[in-house]
């Protein structure tokens, strides 16, 4: 009931930086209700959750991300983004953002929407 597209991602340098962003729309979507996660997966990989951001602000970051990444939520605009700074190969997925069944948007938590996702490409 929710459609999700990202965009913003691309080929850059580590230590370089992007900004991601994922526009919902739905006739019965309510952004505000809803936790937003970003997840990630590079090829024969399983997806992994990166950050999310609850209904209220509260954000969440995976362990591999804290301190480099960033998550925001920007209701006016039914969007959230996805600040990545000091990218590393590592860091290079197709990246993906979802809609969380519940408020929360936690690793653990239900998510009910997915986007088709973004390629990020950090070379070394």
């Known amino acids: 009931q929710v459609q999700l597209v990202e965009s913003g991602g691309g080929l850059v340098q580590a230590g370089g930086s992007l900004r991601l962003s994922c526009v919902a729309s739905?006739?019965?979507?309510?952004?505000?209700?809803?936790?937003m996660g970003w997840f990630r997966q590079a090829p024969g990989k399983e997806r992994d959750f990166v950050a999310g951001?609850?209904?209220?602000?509260?954000?969440t970051y995976a362990d591999s991300v804290k301190g480099r990444f960033t998550i925001s939520r920007d209701s006016a605009k039914n969007t959230i983004y996805l600040q990545m700074n000091s990218l590393q190969p590592e860091d290079t997925a197709v990246y993906s953002c979802?809609?969380?069944?519940?408020?929360?948007?936690?690793?653990?938590?239900?998510?009910?929407?997915w986007g088709q996702g973004t390629q990020v490409t950090v070379s070394s």
């Open positions: 739905g006739r019965t979507f309510i952004f505000s209700y809803h936790g």
């Open positions: 951001v609850n209904w209220s602000g509260g954000t």
């Open positions: 979802a809609a969380s069944s519940t408020a929360a948007a936690g690793p653990e938590t239900l998510y009910h929407s």
